[in-house]
Structure formats: structure tokens, C-alpha cells
């Protein structure tokens, strides 16, 4: 008989979905027998698997650890979560339930396919090797990006420590209750505070989104805004407020606009980009998620209330900077 007590990170969920994540190796089949048969119980009772779980249940698996086991896959790196080598992790900010990290540009977010290492990986890998997290807990609860960046555009990324501020912090993001601020480098001269709105298409197969001025079939509705910083009537450095939040809204919505972000080369204009890769070394677009500004927030998070978190703005930036002679 295996026992096991409930925790912070595995409550509020049910409990048919945490047996799904223990015995991972297991049809829902034989998970629901098992309940029916009450070779498992919840806090010494018959379950459906509907029951809400709550912090201190007592979860009890009354099997042989030879039947448990064939039910459970290894434990690797598909099942652990965490990375195959170390990884200088940049910390902004964390707390017990968020963290918030500099993501560089050149590394994923999120995995894209099964061997892919990303940002998820590192965190996960960070906080095991910071006695944060053990190898048991990460059965049935990893941590999780909340926000996503594209694996060129560096900058601050969120991810939920525990259950609650994964759960949160999407939410948040979702409903859009805080400010996403955004530095990049475009063509032409900008002046002022602009926001502009349209509708994106995505084209899976080509992996580029498309910007209309009127709704069309399967079109997401889209804001952006942005402010010059500086500009030598050539080139101009934006800061750039995310208002919704669309796979390269803000690398074609600039585009479309005609002031294509330096350095996308899928936006951008390949004659610029050139000068560019030729001058500065540049070879993906500049954009960097630049600031995190939160204000009201809800009492589970309510250590970020009023804060704000800026990613410090990497090298090449700075060399383009100072190439066009806008040094901020």
C-alpha cells in the first residue's frame, strides 16, 4: 500500500486528473476500476474521481508496488521535466508562487517538440537544484510558463512556482490586468503615441500571421501600442505596450504599418536586415520584452502589487543603439 498526503501544488484540482499524472503510464480505464474496486479511496472513502482535492487529503493505493510501478513510466527526462545540462538562469524576481526570469534570445519558451529543451526545463531545473521542488512533487505538478515568447524575441518571462500562481497569473494574462511593455528597434521615423487595431490571421503551414483593417472568417481582434523613445528620422526606437497578445502581433503589426522591426526576417525587409547583420552582427529581430508593470492584484499574489520588473536590455541592442546614434 502506497499513501499519498495532498499538497499546495496538487489541491483545487480533481482528483481523477492527479491519479491520470500518477499512473502516467495507465489507460483512464483502468484508473477508474481501480476507484470503482476501491483499490484506491480518498481520505479512507470510496471515490468517483469528481471529489475537489484539498490540502492534507489522504490519497491510499492498496496495489503491489510491482503492479504500481507497471503503471508508472521511468522517470527521464520526459517525465521529470527538467534539463539535460546547467543553465545560467537570469532571475528578476521570485517568490513562493511566481517566478520571473530574462529569457535570452535564441531559446524556447515552451517545448515546440519532445526533445526540446526550453525555458520550462531550465526553471524546473532551477528550482530542484534551489531544494524548492523534488523529484516527487514534479509526479504530479510541474511548473509552468505562463506567457509565451517567440524563441527570438529575448525578455522577461513568467512562470507559476506552484499551482496557484500558475493558475493566477494565466488568468491574469488572459484577461489582460497588467502591463506588457516591449523595446525594438524599426524603419522609418515615428513621433508620438500611437495605438493601432486590426485583425490577424495565422497561416499554420508558413508559421506568418496576416494584419486586415476589417474582421474576416477565423480573424483575431488586435491592439498595439507604442511610443517613440528616440528617432533620427530613419530609424526609431519604440517602446511598445502588448494591449492583446497574438502569435508576432507586434512583428507584423509594425510591418504593416511599414516600420518593420530590424532583423525580422519574416516581416522585416531583407535590404535593411542586411545593413544590419553586415554592421551590428544582427541575425533575428530586435525585440526584447522590456517591462512587467503590475498594479492591482489579487490577494494570492498580492506581493507584486505595485511593482515593476525590467529585463535589462542585451548587448546588441546597445551596439545597434549606438550605430544609429540613439543611445538611450
Not at 492534507?56 to 520526459?78: A, L, Q
Request: hydrophobic content about 35%.
Amino acid at each position: 500500500m502506497r499513501e499519498i498526503i495532498i499538497n499546495k501544488n496538487e489541491a483545487g484540482q480533481r482528483f481523477d486528473k492527479l491519479l491520470f499524472k500518477y499512473f502516467n503510464a495507465a489507460p483512464a480505464s483502468f484508473v477508474y476500476k481501480m476507484l470503482r474496486k476501491k483499490n484506491i479511496t480518498l481520505n479512507n472513502k470510496k471515490s468517483d474521481g469528481k471529489d475537489k482535492l484539498a490540502v492534507g487529503d489522504c490519497v491510499k493505493i492498496f496495489m503491489t508496488d510491482e503492479t504500481i510501478d507497471k503503471f508508472r513510466s521511468s522517470k527521464n527526462i520526459e517525465a521529470s521535466g527538467k534539463a539535460t545540462h546547467k543553465f545560467s538562469l537570469d532571475v528578476v524576481y521570485e517568490d513562493e508562487n511566481v517566478i520571473i526570469v530574462n529569457k535570452p534570445a535564441g531559446v524556447l519558451s515552451q517545448k515546440a517538440k519532445k526533445n526540446d529543451i526550453s525555458m520550462n526545463e531550465y526553471i524546473i531545473e532551477y528550482l530542484l537544484d534551489t531544494k524548492q521542488l523534488s523529484e516527487n512533487e514534479l509526479e504530479t505538478f510541474k511548473p509552468g510558463i505562463c506567457n509565451r515568447l517567440d524563441r527570438n524575441t529575448s525578455g522577461l518571462l513568467i512562470a507559476g512556482k506552484s499551482l496557484l500562481g500558475l493558475q493566477v497569473m494565466s488568468d491574469m494574462l488572459k484577461d489582460r490586468t497588467f502591463g506588457k511593455y516591449y523595446i525594438t528597434v524599426v524603419s522609418g521615423e515615428i513621433n508620438g503615441k500611437t495605438k493601432i487595431k486590426g485583425y490577424l490571421t495565422k497561416d499554420s503551414k508558413s508559421n506568418k500571421v496576416k494584419i486586415y483593417d476589417k474582421p474576416l472568417k477565423e480573424s483575431s481582434y488586435i491592439e498595439t501600442e507604442y511610443e517613440c523613445l528616440k528617432t533620427n528620422g530613419k530609424y526609431t526606437i519604440l517602446k511598445v505596450k502588448l494591449i492583446t497578445g497574438k502569435p508576432h502581433q507586434i512583428r507584423a503589426h509594425l510591418a504593416s504599418v511599414r516600420h518593420p522591426i530590424i532583423g525580422d526576417t519574416k516581416y522585416g525587409r531583407a535590404d535593411i536586415n542586411e545593413i544590419f547583420r553586415k554592421k551590428c552582427g544582427v541575425k533575428y529581430q530586435l525585440l526584447h520584452a522590456w517591462q512587467l508593470k503590475f498594479d492591482e492584484m489579487p490577494d494570492e499574489l498580492k506581493k507584486l502589487k505595485q511593482k515593476t520588473f525590467e529585463a535589462k536590455i542585451p548587448q546588441l541592442f546597445e551596439n545597434v543603439f549606438s550605430e544609429i546614434g540613439l543611445n538611450l
